[in-house]
């Protein structure tokens, strides 16, 4: 089974680069093979400035973190960002070490740890937001929870939605992911 129709179906902003990065379940057989399909994909996406990253995984599943790298450098880069992760025990907010700390949580602890709202590129004021409020009372939900700017964020969802039916409909009628995967 091939990761390319999840990455249409889960990661399609991502990969227009409107997103910095999307997260998705994966069902696999065989670590090897999907190890080889990370592999290649990476191999490929690389070039257009996007990585996929495995971050989570047991014997069948695993869990998919596709990322735009300078985004990602931008985002952690934020003072802001960059105190908020820092208080959650990342000492280095270089990309690879910062996924590395975000990939421990994970294994640490069953629920998501809330800061991967970031990863995601959700707003830092609605991350905290959500923490404070123990997911409860937000204005409006999308691909997140939103407690502030609910005309921004459903405005982003509506795009995000759309990006994805397009992406969908030309990797159908024949686009490769490829082609469909823009440049930075």
């Known amino acids: 089974m091939s990761l390319e129709p999840s990455l249409i179906e889960h990661c399609a902003p991502t ?54 790298e300078g985004q990602l450098t931008r985002l952690l880069d934020d003072p802001e960002v960059a105190a908020f992760l820092r208080a959650r025990g990342y000492t280095s907010l270089c990309v690879q070490d910062a996924l590395d700390t975000l990939c421990e949580r994970l294994a640490a602890q069953a629920d998501f740890p809330h800061e991967v709202g970031l990863f995601l590129g959700y707003p830092l004021s609605d991350v905290i937001a959500f923490i404070e409020n123990k997911g409860q009372g937000c204005l409006c ?39 469909l995967t823009v440049a930075v």
């Open 141 to 179: 939900c999308g691909c997140w929870k939103a407690y502030s700017n609910a005309c921004d964020a459903q405005k982003l969802f509506a795009k995000f939605k759309k990006c994805t039916e397009v992406y969908k409909r030309l990797y159908l009628s024949g686009r490769t992911l490829h082609q």
């Open 15 to 68: 990969l227009a680069s409107i997103k910095v990065g999307s997260l998705f379940s994966f069902v696999s057989p065989c670590w090897d093979t999907l190890s080889a399909e990370t592999k290649r994909l990476n191999d490929q996406l690389r070039l257009k400035g996007v990585s996929l990253r495995v971050i989570r995984a047991d014997e069948c599943r695993a869990l998919c973190y596709l990322y735009r």
